[in-house]
């Protein structure tokens, strides 16, 4: 089955604790990117990849990190969490980036205390 | 003044209406999308489009690039179709996503 898978689907951790969110795709898709959604905010795009070793910062990368070693895998990482973060985080895939629909991922709901 | 905008935030109707969600953009795009929330948090594309109008079973999307406006119909409404419907703008030359804030709808039996 086509999908975009994450893990974990739910996380409460602790300010400064580093985490990593996994992203995973079995599409061959070369475009993945990561979200957040916030009450009255709406989805704001945090960093993007356009391919294997191409990324790129979205609208709110700040406090976040990436990297795309392989194609199918795109991980969110947090180094220092800190409750601005709680938030609900979702990845997303797509065949060529801009012109092809996306596909999304379950979402990964963190809270940092 | 966000960029892309959703109107209107919420809706209510009974089963069997006819519904309009509007969507309005600043900024120019190679293409808009249409993106159907779940209750239960779950997020699915329902229509990328960068011109004209297109149907996928009681959904349309249509779009007007030169009054940057894009509209999502449902027709004979039903429960199942509550959900929040945001749209997303892809900004020209650029592959980031600009989204709305969202419509939640509730359709009533």
């Known amino acids: 089955e086509a999908q975009v898978t994450q893990n974990p689907r739910y996380l409460i951790t602790v300010t400064g604790k580093k985490l990593t969110v996994t992203c995973s795709q079995n599409?061959?898709?070369?475009?993945m990117s990561w979200y957040r959604q916030d009450p009255g905010l709406g989805l704001r795009q945090i960093y993007y990849?356009?391919?294997?070793?191409?990324?790129d910062k979205g609208d709110v990368p700040e406090g976040y990190k990436v990297s795309r070693k392989e194609k199918r895998n795109f991980p969110l990482i947090l180094e220092s969490p800190s409750p601005n973060q709680t938030s609900l985080y979702f990845c997303?895939?797509?065949?060529?980036?801009?012109?092809?629909?996306?596909?999304f991922g379950p979402g990964t709901r963190l809270t940092v205390t | 003044k966000n960029e892309v905008e959703q109107s209107p935030q919420n809706l209510t109707a009974q089963e069997g209406e006819f519904i309009t969600i509007n969507c309005s953009y600043s900024?120019?795009?190679?293409?808009l999308h249409w993106l159907q929330q779940h209750p239960g948090g779950g997020i699915v594309s329902l229509f990328m489009?960068?011109?004209g109008k297109k149907k996928h079973g009681r959904l349309i999307a249509t779009i007007n690039i030169q009054e940057k406006h894009s509209s999502l119909h449902i027709t004979a409404s039903h429960p199942r179709d509550s959900a929040v419907y945001i749209c997303?703008?892809?900004?020209?030359?650029?592959?980031?996503?600009?989204f709305g804030t969202g419509t939640r709808l509730q359709v009533f039996p």
């Open positions: 997303a895939s797509s065949l060529q980036g801009r012109l092809h629909e996306q596909y």
């Open positions: 599409m061959n898709h070369e475009y």
């Open positions: 990849s356009m391919n294997v070793e191409v990324t």
């Open positions: 900024v120019g795009i190679s293409a």
């Open positions: 489009l960068s011109s």
């Open positions: 997303a703008a892809r900004g020209d030359n650029t592959d980031k996503l600009i």
